[in-house]
């Protein structure tokens, strides 16, 4: 543990040194992670980090180190790594970084756990999802399950974060996150489903998840891409897209172009480029369309109410009923664009520089029932669940292939479809939205961003959504 | 240091569990990331790593911490063991037969040392790049009840840039235990070559069925994939291809020979022993097209009636550094080996529809050229790669003689590897 009054004094020093700004975070995460192979417990771990990082900006020059050596040499040995690194750059930096103004917090905020996850013993954890997984009916009729695994990861993150500019904030969040695995066969045919669910808070939150009903679901979508579905239709009709999708488009095609760090091409050659760096603030889809990011939804896998600069977090609006608005920024890149952040800088751990993320991505749920929404349809398909996707570095050329989905005939869902694709560009997918559900729901992810990599918790959220004449393959 | 940090948790364990495992380590590293042509950030990490591994009536717990001092962390773990339940993936520790293997470039040590860019940094002729050069020093040792008692030292120095020109774009990786700042220069001169070849050609869309040529970034990715799901773990969880495939069968071209090779000194996961202590081994995982079988540690190999391969993560196994053979092609030669077809010389985001069936897609990005009569004639942007991976590794042609060694955001693995000729490979194009 590293106190309050150590970082102040690491920030004091860093300015006497020359940085215009400074700051040190003690990051701590503790974590504990069971894995289940057919039902059986494979073994526990814990992992533990623990550290201080330190950033300084020094004559327009950002330096960052990380120490997890935490006695007072092992501290300032680490601040004038910071330093040095900023120093050693000097000669390839044209244009000053700085870091602008933003509304600094001075506050101490934990999340409150019904059941905390330090009280519960071990084998509570591991009895309570054993018994979980035990009330899973596995047998679907022409279908075996070849394996399944279920992995259980808790982690309470502590952080004190101390810039020489006023932040002083402390925080405390628990997480908890199952993933799944199910690989199933049917004859020939093989397929597998791969899930994450997360929250924040205690043992309660996961109850909340309801892991057991989530992998019935999986197992009823398993069996009828395997046993049920036939060959998709192609050509241009209208898709219902199912809120996972939904979610997993809000953050691939909206969140991560919107990242301000992104558009100003500082993740180039790792996450890539955004098309907002030719669309600005245009329009870019229907006026049903709006995307928000939100890190201060209570018991979100992705909550937090000050982010890792000392930056009060704020919901924002990035699509506005068609229209992209703001960006996600830090300091860094509020910055450079005139504005103040709007509390975007997260960092996994001690070993991690803030960058610009996202934190609960969604669209606004519409005025729309989900029965609604199919009786509209003449003629296309629903696509309830994905199992692959991707995007293309511009963040502008989507793939989403269905586990699950159905053909629609005359406003009723008829027989399931195997493997439908769905190819669009973000214009095309936005611009087609007619009818948006009253039914938001979310999704936990795992986002990826970074060099060093930082998977960090996100959640992705939308309602069912009617595209209207796409392209189905 | 990172011996006596072990020695105190082994002390600590010893008559406590069964057996135990325990690695110390402290990784120090510099890193330089470039944004605009210019420094966007200079990194700097030191950091204490400790692992502890243990086991009580067949019972596993792993324990990882970022710590120097074991005994506040050590004092629960024993107990803790207990309210475990036996593990289906349990095997006793086997005899550590490894060796200790270092490779230690001496001016990579200082600079990660010091938290100092300056032996990194390169000059980047006024052109618009983005990437990230790195050096790192990292060094172990590892006790165990079962006798084991080896070290390991290391050097990385790795990268990869990106070079722009309008929106055109082309990239290149290195990775190497020794400072060789000529890679760096190398991935800049490439990267934006392809960069200025993409931007003199007219822009077109490509999609259907082509012969295609991967370079060695976009073969490199890909061909991780696949020795990827020759780990036993992969299989035995549920994420591979590989499922059902015995020995000698044969699961790609003949002209495709896939080697996991811990031994090769020129990349950075060089190591004698596993994580459980067993001796590491280059290995062929496919030799000319045909399987050669899955890569073990002691549990899976347990499990399944097979031998360690050398290839121990502490629960499941793991790669150290891959290796593609090459072929007869020379890189002056790949073009008018292509004929009609495609040049695709980078990807990102290669997602698995169906992992057990291999069936995939991976989005390309930078230069991607439309090649008629071994000549480039057009270049198309950020289509994509489908199908299924079984199915694409038998309709590899052949490979380049040249061969690079690779690891960026994309190649996890260090390997070394060639370009890559597909006689056929389905492509697809989201429209503008």
Redesign the interface.
């Known amino acids: 543990m590293v106190s309050i009054d150590e970082l102040q004094r690491l920030v004091e020093e860093a300015s006497s040194n020359g940085a215009e700004y400074a700051e040190a975070r003690y990051h701590r995460v503790e974590g504990q992670s069971l894995m289940f192979y057919n039902g059986m417990l494979v073994g526990a771990s814990q992992p533990l980090t623990e550290g201080v990082a330190i950033r300084v900006l020094y004559k327009g020059s950002m330096g960052f180190s990380s120490t997890s050596d935490l006695t007072p040499s092992g501290l300032r040995e680490a601040l004038q790594r910071a330093i040095s690194a900023a120093r050693s750059s000097l000669r390839q930096v044209k244009r000053a970084t700085s870091v602008g103004h933003a509304f600094l917090g001075s506050a101490r905020y934990s999340v409150v756990e019904r059941k905390p996850l330090l009280d519960m013993s071990l084998e509570d954890k591991i009895s309570d999802l054993s018994e979980r997984l035990k009330s899973v009916d596995f047998s679907r009729e022409g279908m075996k399950v070849n394996s399944y695994t279920l992995s259980y990861g808790e982690r309470i993150e502590h952080k004190l974060t101390v810039t020489n500019d006023g932040a002083m904030v402390e925080s405390r969040i628990p997480r908890v996150a199952l993933f799944y695995n199910i690989t199933a066969s049917a004859g020939e045919r093989r397929a597998n489903r791969w899930n994450q669910l997360g929250a924040s808070g205690g043992y309660e939150a996961v109850s909340s998840l309801r892991v057991a009903e989530e992998m019935a679901r999986d197992l009823d979508s398993l069996h009828i891409n395997l046993v049920k579905a036939k060959s998709p239709p192609q050509g241009t009709m209208d898709v219902v897209l199912g809120p996972e999708i939904v979610g997993l488009a809000m953050h691939e095609a909206v969140g991560h172009p919107s990242e301000a760090d992104r558009i100003m091409g500082r993740e180039a050659a790792q996450a890539g480029l955004s098309y907002r760096r030719e669309l600005k603030e245009g329009k870019i889809g229907s006026e049903l369309v709006s995307v928000y990011d939100d890190p201060t939804i209570p018991g979100s896998y992705g909550f937090y109410l000050y982010d890792d600069e000392g930056v009060a977090a704020r919901k924002r609006t990035l699509i506005d009923r068609g229209r992209l608005a703001e960006m996600l920024h830090n300091r860094e890149t509020a910055a450079a664009y005139g504005l103040e952040s709007n509390a975007s800088a997260r960092a996994i751990d001690h070993r991690s520089e803030p960058i610009v993320r996202m934190a609960n991505t969604y669209m606004a749920p519409g005025d729309h029932s989900f029965e609604e929404i199919i009786e509209s349809v003449r003629e296309g398909v629903y696509i309830a669940k994905y199992m692959e996707w991707n995007i293309d570095d511009y963040r502008w050329g989507a793939r989403y292939v269905g586990l699950e989905a159905y053909v629609i005939r005359g406003g009723r869902i008829e027989e399931p479809v195997r493997n439908v694709v769905l190819e669009i560009n973000t214009r095309e997918f936005f611009s087609s939205v007619d009818a948006v559900g009253k039914d938001l729901t979310f999704s936990a992810g795992t986002c990826g961003k970074g060099e060093p990599p930082q998977p960090l918790p996100v959640t992705m959220g939308g309602p069912h959504v009617l595209l209207r004449g796409v392209r189905v393959k | 240091m990172a011996r006596e940090i072990a020695e105190r948790a082994a002390r600590l364990l010893a008559g406590k569990v069964d057996e135990y495992l325990v690695s110390a380590g402290l990784v120090s590293s510099?890193?330089?990331?470039?944004?605009?042509?210019?420094?966007?950030?200079?990194?700097?990490?030191?950091?204490?790593?400790l692992t502890v591994y243990a086991t009580k009536g067949g019972?596993?717990?792993?324990?990882?911490?970022?710590?120097?001092e074991p005994s506040p962390?050590l004092a629960q773990l024993p107990a803790?063991?207990e309210?475990?339940?036996p593990?289906?993936?349990y095997a006793p520790l086997p005899e550590p037969t490894g060796v200790s293997l270092s490779f230690v470039d001496r001016k990579i040590k200082e600079a990660a040392a010091?938290?100092?860019?300056?032996a990194l940094?390169i000059d980047?002729q006024e052109k618009d790049v983005?990437?990230?050069i790195s050096a790192q020093h990292s060094h172990s040792h590892y006790l165990g009840s079962n006798g084991l008692d080896l070290g390991y030292e290391i050097t990385s120095y790795n990268g990869?840039?990106?070079v722009?020109k309008g929106d055109d774009s082309g990239?290149w990786a290195w990775v190497s235990t020794s400072l060789e700042p000529r890679m760096a220069v190398e991935a800049l001169v490439r990267a934006s070559d392809l960069a200025e070849m993409c931007h003199s050609l007219p822009k077109e869309t490509a999609a259907g069925e082509h012969r295609v040529l991967l370079s060695p970034m976009i073969a490199g990715n890909l061909l991780e994939h696949v020795a990827e799901a020759a780990n036993a773990g992969s299989v035995?969880?549920?994420?591979s291809f590989f499922?059902g495939k015995e020995p000698g069968a044969v699961v790609a071209s003949e002209e495709l020979s896939i080697k996991e090779v811990p031994r090769d000194s020129r990349l950075p996961g060089y190591r004698g022993f596993d994580d459980e202590g067993v001796a590491t081994s280059d290995k062929y995982l496919i030799e000319k097209g045909s399987f050669r079988g899955l890569l073990h540690n002691s549990k899976t190999a347990r499990l399944t009636g097979q031998k360690s391969t050398g290839n121990a993560g502490l629960?499941l196994p793991r790669l150290f550094n891959i290796e593609i053979e090459g072929g007869d092609l020379r890189e002056s030669e790949l073009l008018e080996a292509l004929g009609d077809g495609l040049y695709a010389t980078n990807n990102?985001?290669?997602?698995?529809?169906?992992?057990?069936?291999g069936?995939?897609?991976?989005?390309t990005?930078d230069a991607f050229f439309i090649v008629k009569r071994g000549r480039p004639v057009a270049c198309a942007r950020?289509v994509?790669i489908t199908g299924s991976m079984p199915e694409l590794l038998m309709h590899i042609e052949g490979l380049s003689r040249e061969r690079w060694q690779l690891k960026w955001?994309e190649i996890d693995t260090p390997s070394i590897v060639p370009f890559v000729l597909l006689k056929r490979a389905q492509v697809?194009?989201?429209?503008?």
């Open positions: 510099v890193m330089v990331k470039y944004a605009n042509g210019e420094v966007s950030v200079t990194q700097a990490w030191k950091d204490y790593s019972r596993m717990n792993v324990a990882t911490y970022t710590a120097q962390l803790m063991i309210k475990l339940t593990s289906p993936l010091e938290g100092d860019a300056s940094t980047l983005a990437g990230m990869y840039l990106r722009f990239q035995i969880m549920g994420f499922q629960i990102w985001y290669t997602r698995f529809q169906n992992h057990v069936e069936l995939f897609s991976t989005v990005r950020r994509r955001w697809t194009s989201v429209t503008s």
